[in-house]
């Protein structure tokens, strides 16, 4: 028996890092996936290897920030027979430089990237969601703008530390209904975002554990979220961040 068997999980970001892991174990768990991206040549190639491993998989190219990429993620997972999870995951770190040398333009996109796309998204899971007697929502946040900040990353840390007021806001809400939301809190992810060999072992000081992640070590920590394994867990932060957070 696997964790996942008979559900259906949305999972967005799916075409690297950490949404392709996800998508991937999920896959691998029994989940039925509808999986998104902007880019569809990497995104297909992830679900070629879901399907040639026997697994269920829909792929669903579209920018995040729209309501129309959400409204066809609910329908996709719709003809799978419902959803059971969502793993609310694309973001993007947006411009990087001093905060009053950010333009409207470049704040309104990195918190459209990180924060408006994790509400569309959950305003269009949850009554998929009800209409299943509940569900188990996960937004991938980080460690910059929860427990610290970084030069350059004001907008991209705001939109991530907002993301558990949502968490919490949708517990409040739909908690009673069976739906659980949390937060994962990444620290450094071996990623194509975590940029370059140098920039990688400056991230890697900041953790206890003196290294960043895998991503298939977070994909672990989003399905322990989303599983029954996680049954009372609602409203709650999960870092995954190889201590970082309790080291500074």
Not at 102 to 109: G, K, P, Q, R, T
């Given at each position: 028996m696997t964790l996942l068997n008979n559900k259906v999980a949305i999972i967005t970001g799916a075409s690297s890092g950490i949404g392709r892991a996800t998508a991937l174990l999920f896959a691998a768990e029994g989940a039925a996936v509808v999986i998104n991206a902007r880019g569809e040549q990497a995104l297909n190639e992830v679900a070629e290897t879901i399907a040639?491993?026997?697994g269920r998989v829909h792929a669903v190219v579209g920018d995040v920030g729209l309501a129309q990429t959400h409204e066809r993620l609910v329908q996709a997972a719709d003809r799978f027979g419902g959803l059971d999870i969502a793993v609310n995951n694309a973001g993007a770190v947006g411009a990087i430089k001093p905060?009053?040398?950010?333009?409207?333009?470049?704040?309104?996109?990195?918190l459209n990237a990180n924060?408006?796309?994790?509400f569309l998204g959950a305003r269009f899971q949850v009554p998929l969601m009800l209409a299943r007697g509940g569900g188990a929502i996960v937004f991938t946040s980080s460690f910059v703008g929860t427990s610290v900040g970084l030069p350059g990353m004001a907008a991209y840390g705001a939109a991530k530390a907002a993301l558990m007021g949502l968490v919490k806001g949708l517990t409040a809400d739909y908690a009673v209904k069976g739906i659980r939301a949390n937060a994962l809190l990444p620290g450094g992810v071996d990623t194509a975002m975590a940029g370059d060999d140098a920039q990688k072992e400056w991230a890697?000081?900041?953790?206890?554990?003196k290294r960043i992640a895998n991503p298939e070590e977070l994909a672990?920590?989003?399905l322990f979220l989303a599983s029954p394994m996680a049954s009372?867990?609602?409203?709650?932060?999960?870092y995954?961040?190889?201590?970082?957070?309790?080291?500074?």
């Open positions: 040639d491993l026997g905060l009053a040398e950010l333009s409207l333009e470049e704040w309104n996109h990195t924060l408006t796309s994790a890697a000081g900041l953790h206890a554990m672990q920590a989003a009372f867990v609602a409203g709650s932060a999960l995954a961040d190889g201590g970082n957070a309790a080291v500074k």
